[in-house]
């Protein structure tokens, strides 16, 4: 991830390793997750229904972690 932060910036990553802090390396990681995903999705590599939750599925997952 500082990589790729590094390349973005055009900085070194070192100095992105001593200028980021931890939420900026967490956008990053969102940012490069979601690209992944709409790359995938452009290509038809995924399923679209794994994404399209009913209202009581999203509320079972819900009270399933709060245990």
């Not at 939420?23 to 995903?37: F, G, K, Q, S």
């Amino acid at each position: 991830m500082i990589g790729r932060m590094a390349k973005d910036y055009g900085m070194l990553p070192s100095e992105v390793e001593q200028r980021a802090c931890t939420y900026d390396i967490m956008v990053m990681d969102v940012l490069a997750t979601y690209d992944r995903y709409q790359e995938s999705r452009a290509s038809g590599k995924v399923d679209p229904s794994v994404y399209q939750l009913s209202d009581d599925e999203m509320k079972a997952m819900i009270t399933r972690a709060k245990g």
